[in-house]
Nanobody, 124 residues
Framework: QVQLVESGGGLVQAGGSLRLSCATS????????MGWFRRAPGKEREFVAA????????SYADSVKDRFTISRDNAKNTVYLQMNSLKPEDTAVYYC?????????????????WGQGTQVTVSS
């Protein structure tokens, strides 16, 4: 089992930045590939970004490419999502997720563990 706790969400104006953090505890952090997903009101949960166990492989949704950066600090058991140039359409609850397989996952059903989520609201 691994526990995930997100933080760093909040209210920001369009064009601003936020950094989300996801602290993990339980099993060995480097055993898990990590991902960020989001769910906007009335929409399905969608993939945002993912990073492999060692941080070598990274994937982004087209909608956030060149604006968001995922990274992990294996010494701190934490994964981050730096979000720049935020847009109102980025408003959503952001979730951190983990799975124990080698490849980077982009589908929610590939992930075994989920955090509770953190709200990000971008005003226009």
């Amino acid at each position: 089992q691994v526990q995930l706790v997100e933080s760093g969400g909040g209210l920001v104006q369009a064009g601003g930045s936020l950094r989300l953090s996801c602290a993990t505890s339980g099993r060995i952090f480097t055993s898990y590939a990590m991902g960020w997903f989001r769910r906007a009101p009335g929409k399905e949960r969608e993939f945002v970004a993912a990073i492999s166990r060692g941080g070598v492989s990274i994937s982004y949704a087209d909608s956030v490419k060149d604006r968001f950066t995922i990274s992990r600090d294996n010494a701190k058991n934490t994964v981050y999502l730096q979000m720049n140039s935020l847009k109102p359409e980025d408003t959503a609850v952001y979730y951190c997720a983990a799975h124990g397989r080698l490849r980077v996952g982009v589908q929610p059903n590939e992930y075994d563990y989920w955090g509770q989520g953190t709200q990000v609201t971008v005003s226009s």
